[in-house]
């Protein structure tokens, strides 16, 4: 059976792999008959309406599911297809209280012509009361105009303007709404504790979708901060936990009218502390989880060292640092203690999170980890590659100066290789500066010589 999906028109890149994960996730047999980037319409085939009603249900990106009845660019051409496609059906809706609704994107109706296109289904049957309240059934025509905010602009003269007949014309029943008004609930506005770098909770949400958090799932996030991913995760079922090289960014400050402080914080907030494992500081560099395949989910945007140079535990010259005892008692026991801290390559740290992911996932596991690159196509970094993990997709949200990806592997059997010729297999560049340590830190500053100037500038990761 084939079903209209009506996505969010934002974050395009993001909407096919989210619902291929959640069709993942839910083992259920999804077909995308077509998916146009510029359109919020896609079609699918799946098993039946309890599949579809499934695999939106805790997406972020879609907006709902109908069971498609009619599809075409005129309305002639829908009539036809509808009496092709679901004629069997009438009957069972037609005593049942129904309502009708017409939309268009990128365009505009009259109330006089919606009425009209509504009464055109006439043949249909239904003969149950019309309400807007208390119906049993609802039915849907969706238009699609050209969206010219969506087309560059050298190719706009070559489009139809809004205002011209709709390019496709979709009638569906209505299904089953979407997930997507949690984004409200886990609103950044509205969190207890956050810092400048939070990633926001739509991104958040799918992130964890795309890594298929679910219940009696571990998750980890190495580069923690504020906790974004874990509650993201935690908010799907899944048991998650942290680390950061700086225990300050998920401890925070202690406040008279709280006795939680920092990440627990929100997880206490949104009544999912159940889900809470343990925050803990560290580096993947010098962790101290076990070494071995345990964990179903990584989920990270780990630091770009843009407005400060990547750091790992350890001193820069390598040798063992006496050790300061202060009344009595070793510094490094004491509340407050920092690490010191030596120099870090970017190129390492993502060759790092790569091989910490080979060890630690089980098998099918995945690692969503975001990682920034330029906007220009002829400097643009490689996708990184490990012979032990899939790129499953990757998907791209653009800036003024740079872009930012998401990257989603999946772990791969024993015995099984991934193709890694094509991908970054390179060290850092010798050096012991930022810049040296960090190209795509060296590419920011040459098209942003003023990091103050730029508003979108890419900071530090403190989820």
């Not at 084939?2 to 839910?26: G, K, M, N, S």
């Not at 026991?333 to 390559?345: E, F, L, Q, T």
């Amino acid at each position: 059976m084939e079903y209209l999906i009506r996505f969010a028109q934002t974050h395009e890149t993001f909407r096919r792999p989210e619902i291929q994960a959640l069709a993942w996730l839910h083992n259920i047999d999804l077909e995308i008959v077509s998916y146009n980037e510029l359109s919020p319409y896609c079609v699918v085939r799946l098993p039946n309406e309890e599949a579809a009603r499934t695999l939106v249900s805790r997406s972020i990106l879609v907006k709902d599911i109908f069971e498609l009845w009619g599809q075409g660019t005129t309305y002639d051409a829908v009539h036809a297809d509808v009496r092709s496609r679901t004629q069997h059906l009438w009957a069972q809706y037609k005593e049942v209280p129904f309502r009708f609704t017409v939309e268009t994107f990128a365009g505009k109706r009259s109330s006089s012509q919606k009425r009209d296109i509504i009464q055109s289904f006439s043949y249909l049957g239904f003969e149950g009361p019309i309400t807007l309240k208390n119906f049993e059934q609802d039915f849907w025509v969706l238009e699609q105009y050209y969206d010219i905010t969506h087309i560059p602009a050298a190719e706009k003269s070559q489009h139809p303007t809004k205002g011209s007949d709709p390019i496709n014309i979709y009638i569906g029943r209505f299904v089953s709404e979407s997930s997507r008004e949690v984004i409200n609930k886990y609103d950044l506005k509205k969190r207890k504790y956050i810092a400048t770098t939070s990633m926001d909770a739509e991104l958040s949400l799918v992130t964890a979708n795309m890594a298929g958090a679910a219940p009696g799932k571990l998750f980890y996030d190495p580069f923690v901060g504020t906790g974004s991913f874990c509650v993201a995760a935690a908010h799907f079922g899944a048991l998650s936990f942290g680390s950061d090289i700086d225990g300050r960014s998920f401890r925070g400050k202690e406040m008279a009218k709280w006795k939680t402080t920092g990440v627990q914080l929100n997880f206490q907030q949104y009544g999912i502390t159940s889900k809470f494992g343990d925050l803990f500081t560290s580096d993947l560099t010098n962790t101290p989880l076990i070494d071995r395949q345990f964990l179903d989910g990584i989920v990270c945007d780990p630091p770009y060292g843009v407005r400060e140079g990547l750091r790992v535990l350890g001193s820069r010259d390598g040798r063992p640092k006496e050790e300061v005892i202060i009344d009595g008692v070793p510094a490094h026991y004491r509340p407050g203690y920092i690490a010191p801290k030596k120099p870090y390559g970017f190129e390492a740290m993502i060759n790092d999170i790569l091989s910490f992911a080979a060890r630690t996932l089980v098998t099918d596991g995945r690692l969503c980890m975001w990682m920034p690159t330029t906007s220009d196509k002829e400097a643009e970094f490689p996708v990184p590659m490990h012979q032990d993990l899939e790129v499953i997709s990757i998907s791209v949200q653009p800036f003024s100066n740079w872009t930012r990806r998401l990257i989603t592997y999946r772990r791969l059997p024993e015995g099984f290789l991934s193709d890694i010729s094509s991908g970054r297999q390179k060290s850092d560049d010798n050096g012991v500066s930022a810049d040296d340590l960090n190209a795509f830190r060296r590419k920011y500053f040459m098209k942003n010589p003023d990091p103050k100037q730029n508003k979108k500038s890419p900071t530090p990761a403190t989820q």
